[in-house]
């Protein structure tokens, strides 16, 4: 789950406008912004929330109707009712999400290695460090279980975060961001650079593949698997793969196009046939296993960080200039 702090690259967006005057004309007036119309289909709406403009890093509900939101202006904020408004819970910063189905929610920071986490519902929050700079990612597959990365480490939790073990030393990761998925407690996934490692027995064993780049900057962002076997893992830029032996080997099946604006992406599958995939400022869905992909969703003016879904009706995607996406 991906976050705007933890990334090590800059983003340059290009817009020119040109502008003619004849020598007797004066100066050229400075041109208006263009503001691009959106495509948002039937469904869908985009609301405004108060974060000074600022990116939205991450978002994550843990049913239809409560969920978190991370920036990094205002803190961490929390809708009640499907994301149609949201509060301020906490001034912590923070950059990525994880929950669990009793109402637990975690929060990481890509600079520290601080994990802040709410026991009851946003009421109360605490803090817990470890001993790893620069948490990248958190993932839960129950109410006990998870995974914490940092920039060099892999720890595990058997009991809702309150003891963190590490269990894997991340080869080669530099300064690159780190992606968790776990499909259940003993099938798991992190991906970096053209990287992937994977636990398939259990969480105390993992092995190290590598995904034939397809451009030689490529560098994995999102990873999601579907089964124990069938895993999907996508680039910043769209360059998406499909692995159906558990992640030891991948297939590319096709370069996506982010649009104008932005370069994450992020998956979400809400069955073995349906997905979506957000990159830049576009959102991609399939309902053929990954086989082919259509364009339902564009911004004008902006990218989408990370998406998140809870059934095939109540959809969510955070954006970097402050606006949330919401399916129903």
């Known amino acids: 789950?991906?976050?705007?702090?933890?990334?090590?690259?800059?983003?340059?967006?290009?817009?020119?406008?040109?502008?003619?005057?004849?020598?007797?004309?004066?100066?050229?007036?400075?041109?208006?912004?263009?503001?691009?119309?959106?495509?948002?289909?039937?469904?869908?709406?985009?609301?405004?929330?108060d974060t000074n403009g600022r990116y939205i890093n991450d978002i994550f509900f843990i049913n239809n109707s409560v969920g978190y939101a991370v920036t990094a202006s205002v803190g961490i904020i929390k809708s009640t009712n499907g994301g149609s408004t949201w509060n301020k819970v906490s001034d912590?910063?923070?950059?990525?999400?994880?929950?669990?189905?009793?109402?637990?929610?975690?929060?990481?920071?890509?600079?520290?290695?601080?994990?802040?986490?709410?026991?009851?519902?946003?009421?109360?929050?605490?803090?817990?460090?470890?001993?790893?700079?620069?948490?990248?990612?958190?993932f839960f597959s129950d109410n006990n279980t998870g995974l914490l990365a940092s920039k060099y480490q892999i720890y595990n939790t058997n009991n809702a975060g309150v003891n963190w073990n590490p269990v894997q030393t991340i080869p080669n990761v530099a300064n690159l961001y780190?992606?968790?998925?776990?499909?259940?407690?003993?099938?798991?996934?992190?991906?970096?650079?053209?990287?992937?490692?994977?636990?398939?027995?259990?969480?105390?064993?993992?092995?190290?593949?590598t995904v034939?780049?397809?451009?030689?900057?490529?560098s994995l962002i999102t990873?999601?698997?579907?089964?124990?076997?069938?895993?999907?893992?996508?680039?910043?830029?769209g360059y998406l793969y499909k692995s159906t032996n558990g992640g030891s080997s991948f297939t590319f099946l096709q370069k996506l196009n982010p649009g104008a604006i932005g370069s994450f992406s992020d998956l979400y599958f809400i069955d073995a046939n349906t997905g979506y995939l957000?990159?830049?400022?576009?959102?991609?869905?399939?309902?053929?296993?990954?086989?082919?992909?259509?364009?339902?969703l564009a911004l004008?003016?902006?990218?989408?960080?990370e998406i998140h879904f809870t059934d095939a009706t109540h959809g969510w995607a955070c954006c970097a200039d402050g606006t949330i996406l919401k399916l129903n």
Do not use: E
């Open 1 to 49: 789950m991906k976050t705007i702090n933890q990334i090590f690259f800059v983003i340059v967006i290009f817009s020119a406008s040109v502008v003619s005057c004849s020598k007797s004309s004066g100066p050229a007036a400075t041109p208006a912004p263009v503001i691009k119309p959106d495509t948002i289909p039937a469904g869908w709406a985009k609301i405004k929330v």
């Open 92 to 138: 912590f910063t923070m950059s990525n999400i994880s929950g669990t189905n009793d109402g637990k929610a975690f929060f990481v920071d890509g600079y520290s290695n601080i994990l802040t986490k709410t026991p009851d519902g946003g009421v109360s929050f605490t803090q817990q460090g470890l001993s790893s700079q620069g948490m990248s990612d958190i």
């Open 178 to 209: 780190t992606s968790l998925f776990m499909f259940d407690n003993t099938h798991a996934w992190l991906v970096y650079s053209n990287r992937v490692v994977h636990a398939s027995t259990n969480l105390s064993t993992w092995q190290t593949d």
């Open 212 to 218: 034939i780049a397809q451009a030689p900057d490529m």
């Open 223 to 237: 990873i999601f698997a579907t089964s124990a076997s069938t895993v999907y893992t996508c680039s910043y830029s």
């Open 278 to 296: 957000s990159v830049g400022s576009r959102i991609y869905k399939t309902t053929d296993a990954g086989s082919s992909w259509q364009m339902i």
């Open 300 to 305: 004008g003016n902006t990218s989408i960080t």
